[in-house]
């Protein structure tokens, strides 16, 4: 098995998949995961924007990447591909379209995972347009050449597939490596924090904590959101995205020499 997950930003997946993510590597399936942008706004320092953060962001990435499990000489289990778009910046057009559909033919993956643009959870203008890049790839992939993969999504609030997690602390662990997102103090306090809400939760209501997916079907009407048509939808969650690009996205990535 061949997984393959897209992610806008390093963390991402560490965020929404990692329980999913580690099961798969533990499994000894060949796990890759293709970071679309590499986080070059990643801070709210601007003399930290572009080259210095992008450089600690793909270490950063790395050293996650080795959570999931290592092999003998030390590098982790899990592929990173760099796609080297710029956070923030990243294009919906048929360049980006057609690069993503090579690398997809090449690693051939049964399962693809990415963000969910329909019934999305967030609204971050990268998560928008890679969910609809992932979702137009795997739509319009040559039959000849692939097999159609299975396309499940994250950040969605349609979910309907539910991968139970393992172990809690994988997140944790995870994310705790992405250091200059988060700090010290609250690194120490998540995992006590969900374990908490996870045991009330579960005595509660008796369910399991799981990791949830939408699986797409490519069928007629299924990313159709109530009456509202997509067109509006897409439009109004730009308004939000715009509002939030231009007071974090500055200043451009030609000032900063991207
Ligand atoms: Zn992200």
Known sequence: MRLLFLA???????????????QAVALGWDVHEVLMTSDEYGTERNEFKGKRIKRIRMH?????????GTNPDGTPKLKLHWFGEID???PFNKDVLSRLQRL?????????????????????????????????????????????????????FNNNFFVPVKALSIQVS????????????????????RWLFNTFRRA?????????????????GENVLGKVSQRTFYRLVTKVNNGYKRSFYTPTPDQLGL
């Open 8 to 22: 806008p930003h390093p963390d991402d997946i560490d965020f929404t998949s990692a329980s999913t993510c580690q």
């Open 60 to 68: 950063e990435m790395e050293e996650a990447a080795k959570v999931y």
């Open 88 to 90: 923030g910046y990243l």
């Open 104 to 156: 997809i033919l090449d690693l051939q993956p049964d399962v693809v995972f990415g963000p969910d643009s329909f019934f999305t959870l967030d609204y971050h203008v990268d998560h928008m347009r890679a969910g609809w890049l992932i979702y137009f790839a795997i739509k319009t992939l040559p039959l000849s050449k692939a097999r159609h993969p299975l396309l499940f999504l994250y950040h969605s």
């Open 174 to 193: 995870a994310w705790a490596k992405h250091r200059s997102q988060t700090t010290p103090l609250r690194n120490k306090l998540i995992l006590p924090v």
């Open 204 to 220: 509660r209501t008796g369910s399991t904590l799981a990791e949830g997916f939408r699986r797409v079907r490519f069928v007629a």
